[in-house]
């Protein structure tokens, strides 16, 4: 049988580059080469795409000289990867194979936000993942809650600035926040992952540092009313029919699971199942799913939840549709105590692929009006 053509699609113009390079290595290494003919694309800080022998390991090593420019046209008449070229003086474009499917790997901006979603779209690819619908909202924190208000999904209240008012009219945005609810808050950039750009803010001159850190990062900023609570986390797989994995706890070794806590700071605990009642464990299971339907996901996703310590009320904080996917990452872990090994977890996702572009294929996109006009 002839090996699937995959292309693992990594780094990224965002915040959370090395971050998707450390959950690349894990993906790459769990697929099997006799199943998958693996073709690696790195896209740089700058966002150049690049092809070639070990260009992951180039990349992390921020070494790229000798790796190949390529690119992906959106046109499904040329579909795979092309190679760019310079030969006097003009750009060339060389189409040097074609693809079944794509497993973008890409966190934050530009990757999990439905953009380059859209672009396998226009170019009629297979690709592991949330489409663009899901991709997008899943990634924008404010329309997120937004949506989950809409489908009675229970969120903690929050207000959105921009980043344009807090650097002409900082005061002014303090006051709005302060009258907004009582301290604490924790404060983030609307389209960012990985924990970057947030902060936990107490007192004005936090909130202060909080706004001006977050700016740095979106154009829009979401802040919200913190709660004591528990960092609890599930997994889901699948398409229309979705699965949850058990839930799994995080016991941050910060005052929050932040940037540095998550991946610099071995004190960190994943408790994997979380110690919770019956009845929460199937809650939080069940928003997990109904989130994931309701914003059209596909795939895979990783659904966070607060839960309050005061009042067992559970809040669903975001849902992660390219999720952390290194080997001790919370995604696999979970569904790895749920009785799916890492391998079998990234063979379902290309399975899940491959069937979503199967239903694409289905759909109508040409209209032809009957001689009676019906």
């Given at each position: 049988?002839?090996?699937?053509?995959?292309?693992?699609?990594?780094?990224?113009?965002s915040?959370?580059?090395e971050?998707?390079?450390?959950?690349?290595?894990?993906?790459?290494?769990?697929?099997?080469?006799n199943?998958?003919?693996?073709?690696?694309?790195?896209?740089?800080?700058?966002?150049?795409w690049?092809?070639?022998?070990?260009?992951?390991?180039?990349?992390?090593?921020g070494?790229?000289?000798?790796?190949?420019?390529?690119?992906?046209?959106?046109?499904?008449?040329?579909?795979?990867?092309?190679?760019?070229?310079?030969?006097?003086?003009?750009?060339?474009?060389?189409?040097?194979q074609?693809?079944?499917?794509?497993?973008?790997?890409?966190?934050?901006?530009?990757?999990?936000?439905?953009?380059?979603?859209?672009?396998?779209?226009?170019?009629d690819?297979?690709y592991?993942?949330?489409?663009?619908?899901?991709?997008?909202?899943?990634?924008?924190?404010?329309?997120?809650?937004?949506?989950?208000?809409?489908?009675?999904?229970?969120?903690?209240?929050?207000?959105?600035?921009?980043?344009?008012?807090?650097?002409?009219?900082?005061?002014?945005?303090?006051?709005?926040?302060?009258?907004?609810?009582?301290?604490?808050?924790?404060?983030?950039?609307?389209?960012?992952?990985?924990?970057?750009?947030?902060?936990?803010?107490?007192?004005r001159?936090?909130?202060?540092?909080?706004?001006?850190?977050?700016?740095?990062?979106?154009?829009?900023?979401?802040?919200?009313?913190?709660?004591?609570?528990?960092?609890i986390?599930?997994?889901?797989?699948?398409?229309?029919?979705?699965?949850?994995?058990?839930?799994?706890?995080?016991?941050?070794?910060?005052?929050?699971?932040?940037?540095?806590?998550?991946?610099h700071?071995?004190?960190?605990?994943?408790?994997i199942?979380?110690?919770?009642?019956?009845?929460?464990?199937?809650?939080?299971?069940?928003?997990?799913?109904?989130?994931?339907?309701?914003?059209?996901?596909?795939?895979?996703?990783?659904?966070d939840?607060?839960?309050?310590?005061?009042?067992?009320?559970?809040?669903?904080?975001?849902?992660?549709?390219?999720?952390?996917?290194?080997?001790?990452?919370?995604?696999?872990?979970?569904?790895?105590?749920?009785?799916?090994?890492y391998?079998?977890?990234?063979?379902r996702?290309?399975d899940?692929?491959?069937?979503?572009?199967?239903?694409?294929?289905?759909?109508?996109?040409?209209?032809?009006r009957?001689?009676?006009?019906?």
């Amino acid at each position: 049988m002839d090996k699937l053509r995959i292309a693992v699609i990594f780094g990224g113009r965002s915040g959370e580059h090395e971050i998707s390079l450390l959950s690349a290595r894990s993906i790459i290494s769990a697929l099997d080469p006799n199943k998958y003919a693996i073709t690696q694309v790195g896209i740089d800080h700058q966002g150049a795409w690049h092809i070639g022998e070990g260009v992951l390991e180039a990349m992390e090593k921020g070494r790229l000289k000798g790796l190949t420019p390529a690119t992906l046209l959106p046109d499904p008449t040329r579909a795979g990867l092309c190679a760019l070229t310079m030969k006097e003086g003009a750009n060339l474009i060389e189409c040097l194979q074609e693809l079944d499917v794509v497993f973008p790997v890409l966190h934050g901006t530009f990757g999990e936000d439905g953009a380059i979603q859209g672009l396998f779209e226009m170019a009629d690819l297979a690709y592991v993942g949330a489409g663009v619908t899901a991709s997008a909202v899943g990634m924008d924190k404010a329309v997120f809650k937004d949506v989950m208000r809409a489908n009675g999904i229970p969120v903690v209240d929050s207000i959105t600035v921009l980043s344009k008012h807090i650097h002409a009219d900082l005061q002014g945005v303090l006051n709005q926040v302060e009258a907004f609810s009582e301290y604490p808050y924790f404060v983030k950039p609307v389209n960012l992952g990985s924990s970057v750009g947030v902060s936990k803010c107490r007192h004005r001159s936090d909130l202060l540092e909080g706004l001006m850190e977050a700016a740095r990062f979106d154009r829009r900023v979401l802040v919200e009313r913190a709660i004591n609570a528990r960092e609890i986390e599930v997994s889901v797989l699948g398409n229309e029919d979705p699965q949850a994995s058990l839930p799994g706890e995080i016991i941050p070794a910060a005052d929050f699971y932040s940037y540095e806590a998550k991946y610099h700071d071995d004190r960190s605990q994943l408790l994997i199942p979380a110690p919770l009642p019956q009845t929460i464990t199937e809650q939080l299971r069940s928003l997990a799913v109904r989130s994931f339907l309701a914003i059209d996901g596909a795939g895979m996703a990783r659904v966070d939840f607060l839960l309050d310590r005061d009042t067992q009320q559970c809040y669903l904080s975001e849902v992660n549709t390219i999720p952390g996917f290194t080997r001790i990452s919370m995604y696999p872990k979970l569904w790895e105590a749920s009785g799916i090994s890492y391998p079998e977890l990234v063979d379902r996702l290309v399975d899940l692929a491959l069937q979503r572009k199967a239903e694409r294929d289905q759909i109508e996109r040409r209209y032809e009006r009957t001689q009676d006009g019906g």
